[in-house]
């Protein structure tokens, strides 16, 4: 039995279908083929799985399809408006915070919540906020680089 709710996927309001036991992960890629989103440790502690709701970083394999009712999911996929990227995946090219890829969606998606909560974000509120983002390709510092870049006045 799957259990009707109402919700905005990157900014489209939608009624969907989801299994009360299925995870946003599971709902994002099986469902809608938004694959931006992946899935590294399944327990929450990798960070590339890591969607906004409602501009708040959360671990979408942790995450019940079913809580996301009245809110908003803003994934990889949806931060390019009209073509063009948005500055956090524009900051990560400039400052090329990425190398085989795979924790880089969740990175930009933590880095955006982070800048949705802070503006001006301190190196420490940005270390906190990326505490829970592992990359084993250690690409921390150009990470770093490009939230100090956003976060100039």
Not at 3 to 12: H, K
Not at 134 to 150: D, I, M, P, S
């Amino acid at each position: 039995m799957k259990l009707a709710i109402a919700t905005t996927i990157n900014g489209q309001r939608e009624e969907i279908a989801v299994h009360p036991n299925q995870t946003l992960l599971e709902f994002l890629r099986d469902e809608l083929k938004l694959k931006g989103a992946v899935e590294g440790c399944s327990v929450g502690v990798c960070g590339s799985c890591t969607v906004l709701i409602d501009g708040k970083p959360v671990s979408s394999c942790l995450t019940l399809a079913s809580n996301i009712e009245g809110k908003s999911v803003t994934t990889i996929e949806g931060l390019s408006q009209n073509g063009e990227l948005d500055p956090v995946q524009q900051a990560f090219l400039k400052h090329q915070a990425f190398q085989c890829g795979f924790c880089t969606t969740g990175m930009i998606m933590a880095v955006k919540g982070l800048l949705n909560a802070h503006k001006q974000p301190s190196e420490e509120q940005a270390r906190d906020y990326l505490s829970g983002n592992l990359c084993r390709c250690g690409t921390y510092k150009e990470v770093l680089a490009a939230v100090k870049e956003l976060a100039r006045p």
